[in-house]
């Protein structure tokens, strides 16, 4: 059975930094392009970062680049997603999803506010 496990979002402050992670189990994410996704209250999910399947090309949202990184961890089986620099409008349940099995995690909620 396909799963992905979010963990590590939280509250923190402007400018804070967050690492979010993605357990995946079912399948390796070596080999499978990974996904993170945003939705705010109110407002419809968002792309934020992408990392492909075999190279290690990334892409990132407007609003993110500079300040995010994804980043896969195969030994772990994992899909990270650093967030630096945070900003309130970056409050939102984050979300890990593989566009190859159409499966999403239960999301982990980052709020930032001071």
């Known amino acids: 059975q396909v799963q992905l496990v979010e963990s590590g979002g939280g509250l923190v402050q402007p400018g804070g930094s967050l690492k979010l992670s993605c357990a995946a189990s079912g399948f390796t994410v070596s080999g499978n392009a990974m996904r993170w996704y945003r939705q705010a209250p109110g407002k419809e999910r968002e792309l934020v970062a992408g990392?492909?399947?075999?190279?290690?090309?990334?892409s990132y949202a407007d609003s993110v680049k500079g300040r995010f990184t994804i980043s896969r961890d195969n030994a772990k089986n994992t899909v990270a997603l650093q967030t630096n620099s945070l900003k309130p409008e970056d409050t939102a349940l984050y979300y890990c999803?593989?566009?190859?099995?159409?499966?999403w995690g239960q999301g982990t909620q980052v709020t930032v506010a001071s």
């Open positions: 999803h593989a566009p190859r099995f159409g499966t």
């Open positions: 990392i492909s399947s075999i190279a290690v090309i990334t």
